[in-house]
């Protein structure tokens, strides 16, 4: 099954998990693994598939401007956010069962990781 669209098969040995429309439109779903924060009410992200650089330079001007409030996906593991972009935009956020309640807090994690460097990581 595609990794982005959830519907079709997607195409063996593909970089990205992806389906043919997918891969023909550019779009592809980045994993982020996400924890609390210092305060326990907040939540940070620990580990990604996208580099820390790649974050901060690709999509920070993104994710300042992205107003939408992420989807619930249950193919999703535990603690796991997932940013669907396509070319140079970001279509979605996608955010695991149990961060279901914490919901507004999934973005401004994803900017505050935008803006960290390296080696905050």
Not at 3 to 17: F, H, N, Q, S, T
Request: glycine fraction near 6%; aromatic fraction near 4%.
């Amino acid at each position: 099954m595609c990794r982005v669209c959830l519907k079709r098969p997607e195409i063996p040995d593909e970089r990205y998990g992806r389906c043919e429309s997918c891969a023909r439109s550019g779009r592809i779903a980045l994993k982020f693994r996400a924890g609390p924060g210092r305060d326990g009410k907040s939540l940070v992200i620990k580990a990604g598939e996208l580099s820390p650089r790649a974050l901060r330079q690709k999509w920070q001007p993104q994710l300042a401007q992205f107003s939408a409030s992420p989807h619930v996906k249950n193919h999703l593991g535990l603690h796991e956010i997932e940013l669907v972009v396509a070319k140079d935009r970001i279509e979605t956020i996608r955010i695991a069962p149990d961060l279901g309640p914490s919901a507004e807090t999934v973005t401004p994690a994803l900017r505050l990781a935008a803006e960290r460097s390296d080696i905050h990581w």
